[in-house]
């Protein structure tokens, strides 16, 4: 357990509808990251916060995929009108950026949405 | 695109040393060389990073040749939970992501 959790584990849902997953990052950090990760490839980033702010998204993020961090702690990731191509497993991970010369990202367990 | 390159799958015996190459001839001198793990299903595991020194840690040891164009990491005596996929990542934290391969599959067996 890296302390970053990640709900809910697994979500099946039809074509069409909405999900939204949410990340509770460790607490002391303040990067907070999302990325993709579809069957026997390695996961693609997202986008990712510092803070509260969204400071990068991939292209990969559609118009449907919208990211928050309201208060600079959880962040939620929300899909619009689900497509079967969206299936895959959804990582957060997060991160101490400061001083230091690197700062490294640890993972949450995943959210696995199969879309219908 | 990933700088690293990395065998796509590899065999060892438990209680052995595995031994998982990776080449980055490409690499910065400010990139670090990040290795993770990911289990079947779970998300990815940091093990260890290193920038030019060799480093080791309760998990594995990374040692990167002098000229930083490759780097080894070590698990000194595997065992059946280390079967996992088995990613070599060049980071540089202004960058902001990390930046995976397809990873090494290392297979531990009895």
């Known amino acids: 357990d890296t302390g970053v959790s990640q709900d809910p584990r697994h979500k099946i849902t039809k074509r069409g509808q909405n999900v939204t997953f949410r990340c509770d990052p460790i607490?002391?950090?303040?990067?907070l990251y999302w990325y993709r990760q579809t069957l026997g490839q390695g996961p693609e980033f997202l986008t990712y916060f510092q803070n509260e702010a969204q400071l990068e998204k991939s292209r990969l993020l559609s118009d449907r995929f919208s990211a928050e961090r309201p208060k600079g702690s959880f962040s939620t990731l929300e899909i619009q009108r689900t497509e079967q191509g969206d299936s895959a497993m959804y990582l957060c991970?997060?991160?101490?950026?400061?001083?230091?010369?690197?700062?490294?990202?640890?993972f949450g367990p995943g959210t696995r949405l199969t879309v219908l | 695109d990933a700088k690293t390159t990395q065998p796509p799958s590899m065999d060892c015996a438990e209680g052995r040393a595995a031994n998982l190459p990776c080449n980055h001839s490409t690499i910065s001198g400010n990139e670090y060389v990040y290795w993770y793990r990911q289990i079947h299903s779970q998300g990815p595991q940091y093990i260890i990073h290193?920038?030019?020194n060799n480093e080791t840690n309760e998990m594995a040891s990374l040692i990167i040749t002098e000229d930083r164009k490759s780097s080894t990491l070590i698990l000194p005596h595997a065992t059946l939970r280390d079967t996992a996929v088995y990613y070599c990542?060049?980071?540089?934290?202004?960058?902001?992501?990390?930046?995976f391969g397809t990873g090494t599959r290392l297979q531990v067996f009895p």
């Open positions: 290193g920038l030019k």
């Open positions: 991970a997060s991160s101490f950026y400061g001083t230091s010369s690197t700062d490294t990202q640890y």
């Open positions: 990542i060049v980071y540089y934290s202004r960058a902001d992501k990390l930046i």
């Open positions: 607490s002391e950090h303040n990067r």
